[in-house]
Structures are given as C-alpha cells and as structure tokens.
C-alpha cells in the first residue's frame, strides 16, 4: 500500500507537560490506521494538531502524498489546510448541538443548500435522510432532536457530517474513540458503517481502548506511550497481551471479582421502579455486593443509573437506600442518603472544567478539609495529591484545570470524588468508558475494595468483559424488565450477549 499522510517530528509540549514527543506517524492509503495507548499518551493531542485546533511545537514535517505521486507538504496546526487536504474528523466528544435536529446539525456542518437565498429544509432532510442510509442508519427521525437519539445513532450524525461532501477531496477520516459510549450490537452497526466508508477508498484513523476493536477493524497500529511513537505494525503481527504490553510497559494481570458467599444487609432497594425505557425494576443490593446490569441500547439498562439516582422521574415504585427512602428524581437526597454516583456523561454531567483537580475531587464534601466556616486548601490539596497518585491520574499538578487532563484523566478524578465518601451505596454507569487498560483494572480494583469494606455497588455497562470482571450477579434488561439474572459461574461474556440479543429476535417475532 501507499502512504497516504507521512507526519515526522511531531512534539507538543504543554505548559508542565510533553503531550507528544517527535512523534512519526505513517498512514498508508485507503487503510485503516488505529492509534492505541494509555491515558494521556496523546492521541487526542494528536488529532487536535491534524484538526488545527492545537499549534505544534517546534517544526514537524507534514506530507500529503498524491495517487499520482504529487507530494503536497500539510500545514499541521491549521484547520483550513487539513480541511483543504481532505481530512475529516469526529471528536472524541462528538460536538453536535444537542438541541437541534440530526438534519441541522448536518446542514451546521456541511452548508446549506439553498434556494432563492433561502434554506430548503425539504432538501435538507432529504439529503440528511440519504447520507445517514448510506451509513446503515435508516431507523430514525432526522428531525427530532440530536439530544433525543440513542448513542449509536448520535455516532451516525457526526459521522455523516464529518463525510457531507466526501466526493469532494475526503481523503483520511479520523475518529477518536467513537465506540466508548456503544454497546457491543451498536459498534457492530458502526464498524459496518466503517467499512463502507472505506469502500469509497478513504483512510481512517482510529483511535479506541477497546482492544478487541482494533483487531477486528484495524490494518496497522501505532502504539503511544508519554507522547512517543513506540511501534508502529500490522495489526497480524500483534496478540492482545504484547500490544498492552507495549502500551503500558509491562504486562498486566487481569483478575476476576472473588465471590464471597457472605453478603450483609441490603443497602440498595428498588421496589417496582419505572420510568424511562424501565417498565419494572426490582433489585437488591447487598452490602459487600457487585450487581451488573446489562442491555442493548432501548432496553432499559441506558435507563437504570439515572432512575436509581434520581436524575430522570419515575413514574412508579419507591427506593430505600439504607433504612431510608428517598424520594423520586432527587439525586440530592439519594447523596443525603448514602449514595454516591458517577455518571456516564463526563462531559457534561459533573465535571467542572475550568476549576481545578483538587476543587473537583474535593467538592462532594467540603465540610472534611475545613475549620470552622473555614476551608483549609493544603488539606483539600493533600487529599487531592492522595488519590492523584492512588489512580495514577496524570496531571501536570492537583491545581491545574479539569480541562487540561486528557478523558480518562478526568474520568479518574470524577471517580475518587464519589469513592472519597466511602459511600453505602455506589452507583456507577460506564466507570471506565475511555479508560485505558492499565488505569481499568486500578479502578475495577478500587470497586472491589469499596464492595470489601462494605458498600453495595450497582453498576451498568456495555463493556461485557468489564461485568464479567466485576460481578458478582449480572442483571440484563430486554423491553423494560429484568429479563435473564445470571451468577456465579453463569456469568460469561457469551451468557451476557446471548441473553441481551434474545430481545431483538423475540422482538421481531413479536412485531410479525
Ligand atoms: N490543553 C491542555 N493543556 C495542558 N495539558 C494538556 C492539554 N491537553 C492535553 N494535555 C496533556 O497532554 C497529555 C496528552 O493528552 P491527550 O488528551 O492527548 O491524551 P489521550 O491519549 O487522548 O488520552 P485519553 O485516552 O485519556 O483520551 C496529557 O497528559 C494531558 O494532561
Ligand atoms: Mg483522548
């Protein structure tokens, strides 16, 4: 194969901080290029300096190579010039206008078609009807609001944005880690999508912590580790455990939740719970105890964590943490009660991007680092520094700003704001999503010791492997109910899958 984009001395140094390190990168035409490492590495720095959105450092070289051989130098740091040069993106955080429907915010990103100076919606949904068929997506309403749409399909819009016009000079497309939020049936319909758009002869590189993905979808690899270029291989030259080795450094054991055959008292109860995609939800939770909960997107599980915090309304059903009740779509008297939380949506829910990593680990009880009226801010740093190092977060210091730490960085302080409570109940949805390997098994770690020293934990994800790590009994959702419970040794990735999929062959009985 050709190479498509030669990139050579790469660097990128933030203030207290080396993002990339002379980097080389080589993407070679019409392949598919994934770009793996740990946390912080800097691949979404990387992507950032292709999109213009970052300046490099110092005075990498950047080549376009032409099919007819032409080579055109690319000016890295601009965004006119890799737009110019055909590179089309989807960010790590998506960026689409929640508010908005699916066919303006194709319109907001590709211009508009206009007639007489006017926009012509009715052309508008017709072309963003098309472009989204083209991807596979054909299921849904482009004019109901982005916001609305499940996550596979909120994926789909940023894909058909990044490609309006690909006819046009799409030459590379890069998706930084554009599954972390899919569950297993979803990223199939993306790969799907994926592979024709590399059908049209466009190259793509990805970026994603989900192993299994790269092999299946990925040609080459590049490995990052603290901004350097440590290998760069096809993909059939790599197994699984030497590809961790060479983002991490060192091999990394993976263990499995020890089943103890005593559990205390219930501290989590959900007694006929609806509301959402949740018909019924009736659950348990022992102290000491990990429940998963699994479930395709539409099942109900997207709707488990945020019922039992109380950040949608229910319609039905009580809940008790402890001897307590808490009433219905209060997450303020769940906390009052004993609950800690982390939710899915780091971006928006939560995270407080301008103030610093000690305010944001700190702020879920100030009372503990203060005198009086009085906050005490060496004591706050303390606790800070404390869990910086126990998650291994990687910040140029605990006072810099949230939004200065790369996604899984602030997923990991997110995460000692709430186990910092030692809390009876945890409830966590997607607790490692864009987490690297090495940091996932020290946070499925800390959730094991947290169940250890006595808390119920209750934790929804469309990672499979990471339930099958964590659980003790697995709960999965089909139509709004707890359709299958499996233990102990029934718990299995193939158990998981089998019983989440049952849904859609029964559901397409059913609309027969
Ligand atoms: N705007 C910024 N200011 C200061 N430092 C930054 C900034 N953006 C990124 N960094 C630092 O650069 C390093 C690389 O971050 P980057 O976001 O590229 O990592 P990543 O590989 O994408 O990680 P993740 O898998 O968590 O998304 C991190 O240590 C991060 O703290
Ligand atoms: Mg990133």
């Not at 499940?150 to 789909?156: F, I």
């Not at 019924?280 to 479930?295: K, M, S």
């Not at 100030?366 to 910040?395: D, I």
Request: net charge negative.
């Amino acid at each position: 194969m050709q190479p498509l984009l030669t990139i050579e001395h790469l660097s990128k140094v933030f203030p207290g901080q080396v993002a990339l390190d002379d980097v080389q990168l080589e993407i070679k035409a019409g392949s598919t290029h994934a770009l793996v490492g740990q946390n912080g590495s800097g691949k979404s720095t990387l992507i950032k300096i292709l999109a213009g959105y970052h300046e490099p450092t110092g005075e990498p070289v950047a080549v376009f190579h032409r099919p007819d051989g032409a080579d055109e130098p690319l000016a890295l740091g601009d965004g006119g010039a890799a737009d110019a040069a055909g590179i089309r993106f989807v960010h790590q955080d998506l960026g689409l206008v929640d508010t908005v429907s699916t066919v303006e915010n194709l319109a907001l990103g590709g211009g508009y078609r206009t007639r007489f100076g006017r926009i012509s919606w009715k052309a508008e949904t017709r072309r963003a009807i098309a472009d989204l068929t083209e991807l596979g997506f054909d299921d849904f309403d482009v004019r109901a609001p982005v916001g609305a749409l499940a996550p596979s399909q909120k994926t789909a819009v940023a894909l058909a944005r990044a490609l309006r016009g690909w006819e046009n000079g799409a030459r590379l497309l890069v998706l930084d880690e554009p599954t972390a939020s899919l569950p297993g049936a979803d990223v199939a319909r993306l790969f799907d999508a994926i592979r024709r758009v590399k059908e049209r002869g466009v190259a793509i590189l990805y970026v994603s912590h989900h192993l299994e993905e790269v092999f299946e979808i990925a040609d080459e690899v590049t490995i990052l580790r603290d901004g350097k270029n440590v290998a760069t291989m096809p993909i059939g030259e790599l197994d699984h455990e030497r590809l961790i080795e060479l983002m991490v450094g060192h091999v990394v054991e993976r263990r499995r939740a020890v089943i103890s055959s005593e559990r205390g008292s219930v501290l989590l109860d959900a007694h006929q719970l609806s509301g959402g995609n949740v018909r019924v939800l009736d659950v348990q939770v022992h102290a000491g105890e990990v429940v998963g909960v699994a479930g395709i997107t539409g099942s109900g599980r997207e709707h488990v964590i945020p019922l039992v915090t109380g950040q949608i309304p229910s319609n039905d059903g009580r809940l008790y943490v402890g001897d307590a009740e808490v009433p219905p779509f209060s997450p303020r008297a769940a906390i009052a009660a004993g609950m800690a939380f982390v939710s899915a949506d780091r971006q928006r829910q939560g995270n407080f991007a301008t103030l610093s990593v000690t305010a944001n680990t700190t702020m879920s009880d100030v009372k503990r680092n203060s005198q009086g009226p009085r906050l005490v801010h060496s004591k706050e740093r303390a606790e800070a520094e404390g869990w910086v190092s126990k998650l291994r977060t990687k910040t140029s210091s605990t006072e810099a700003p949230m939004a200065t730490l790369s996604g899984g960085n602030q997923q990991k302080v997110l995460f000692a704001r709430g186990l910092r409570l030692k809390p009876k109940v945890i409830v966590l949805d997607e607790p490692t999503r864009g987490i690297d390997v090495g940091a996932k098994e020290e946070i499925h770690s800390l959730i094991d010791q947290a169940a250890a020293e006595g808390s119920a934990v209750l934790v929804a994800s469309t990672d499979t492997e990471e339930l099958v790590r964590l659980s003790h009994r697995i709960l999965i959702l089909r139509d709004g109910v707890i359709a299958t419970e499996l233990l102990g040794d029934e718990i299995t990735v193939e158990n998981i899958e089998r019983a989440q999929l049952q849904q859609q062959t029964k559901s397409k009985v059913s609309h027969s």
